[in-house]
């Protein structure tokens, strides 16, 4: 079932959006070479419930943890552990969720930490870009499939570093996992494709109250994923680095306002040409 929030449901969503933003600066931050995904798990834990906020996936059908860190070929779900410790040239993808009055915020970004490949950094680049013409789609009236036309688009517009490579190359963009409504529960419908199947249908309409969590996933090599052992980690089946990339939104008359974008996702989206001027 769909929920449609109210201005002061919204409100409340804001207000997560803005405790899972401030904690994902800190552990921006913070990630650095010899730190631990358990290190970055504690910094989340003292600053979500420093706000007063709960975190989301603490418990969440049995996660141990109250964010997902994946490093490298690890696309999603990854547990935060003192095992895993984070080496120069990593791409650390850290998933955070934050609930404030019963309602939740979700965001997602995957951070370069110290000498990364340039091929790394333009995998970041294009799934982040990719995320915020996603978002950058979707207008009071349309469809949900507007925003996933929008990723795919953009994604597909660009260059793979390794298309000169005898055979070629070309973006995997992950289909097993999908962006999805959000509001007092964290997983809600509709899901939100970062692709365009032959036979996928329109989606619903986009309204106000509509709240999405939008989060394209990219492989540098294949699309294909697998289930590590621990029943949380996915991983590239190739063994090709991943990235990651979230944001909690909603729609108004200006158009999207990001909720855990600190600025509401003003700069990003006025970039684009998408935010009508302020009266």
Not at 45 to 72: H, K, M, W
Request: charged share 25%.
């Amino acid at each position: 079932m769909i929920q449609i929030k109210t201005e002061a449901e919204i409100a409340l969503m804001r207000q997560a959006g803005l405790v899972v933003g401030r904690t994902l600066e800190k552990l921006k931050a913070a990630a650095a070479p010899g730190m631990t995904t358990a290190d970055l798990d504690a910094i989340a834990e003292e600053s979500i419930r420093g706000e007063g906020a709960i975190p989301s996936f603490l418990g969440y059908r049995g996660f141990p943890a109250r964010i997902c860190t994946s490093i490298n070929s690890e696309i999603v779900h990854g547990i935060p552990s003192t095992r895993a410790v984070i080496r120069d040239g990593d791409v650390v993808s850290i998933d955070c969720g934050a609930i404030v009055d019963g309602y939740h915020g979700d965001a997602a970004v995957t951070v370069p930490v110290g000498n990364v490949k340039p091929e790394l950094l333009e995998l970041l680049r294009v799934t982040e870009e990719s995320l915020w013409h996603g978002i950058a789609a979707a207008r009071l009236g349309g469809r949900l499939i507007d925003i996933s036309r929008g990723i795919e688009d953009y994604i597909r517009s660009q260059r793979h570093p390794f298309a000169d490579r005898p055979g070629g190359a070309s973006w995997g963009i992950v289909e097993e996992y999908v962006g999805h409504g959000i509001g007092t529960e964290m997983h809600q419908d509709p899901q939100v494709y970062n692709y365009v199947g032959r036979r996928m249908a329109k989606g619903p309409e986009l309204v106000k109250g509509l709240a999405l969590a939008v989060e394209p996933m990219v492989n540098l090599g294949s699309r294909s994923t697998r289930v590590l052992d621990d029943g949380w980690t996915v991983v590239t089946e190739d063994g090709f680095p991943s990235a990651h990339f979230e944001h909690t939104f909603t729609l108004t008359e200006r158009g999207p306002w990001v909720l855990t974008a600190l600025d509401g996702g003003e700069e990003r989206l006025a970039a684009l040409g998408v935010l009508k001027v302020s009266a």
